[in-house]
């Protein structure tokens, strides 16, 4: 630690003990009021923080989840074109589970 740190170290800590100091010399009323306020400033901290992981860990599950039916998609599709040249439409779409029309589309667009 330079010199330079060791001067901001040591200004913190008696900046941190004046505010301590200061907070002594308050009423015991004024002592309360301040730890009940500073109970539900941490309380609400708490719920926001909360909520926010709890909105992210639903953002990621539904994410995850549409990925996999995109994912599942793309294969049928992969493999209703690998079958277009052996099977007929009909079939392609009722093992597959794809409807009829997209598997015409496919066709199609082949």
Do not use: W
Not at 13 to 21: C, D, H, N, Q, T
Not at 22 to 36: A, I
Not at 80 to 107: Q, R
């Amino acid at each position: 630690m330079c010199i330079y740190e060791k001067y901001i170290h040591s200004c913190d800590v008696i900046e941190r003990a004046f505010e301590k100091a200061e907070f002594v010399r308050l009423p015991k009323v004024e002592q309360d009021k301040y730890h009940k306020n500073l109970k539900v400033y941490r309380d609400l901290l708490n719920s926001f923080n909360t909520a926010r992981n709890e909105g992210l860990k639903k953002g990621r599950k539904e994410g995850r989840e549409e990925g996999l039916e995109e994912g599942m998609k793309k294969k049928a599709f992969e493999i209703a074109m690998s079958l277009l040249d052996v099977l007929d439409v009909e079939t392609i779409a009722l093992k597959i589970g794809l409807s009829v029309d997209d598997i015409e589309l496919l066709k199609s667009s082949q």
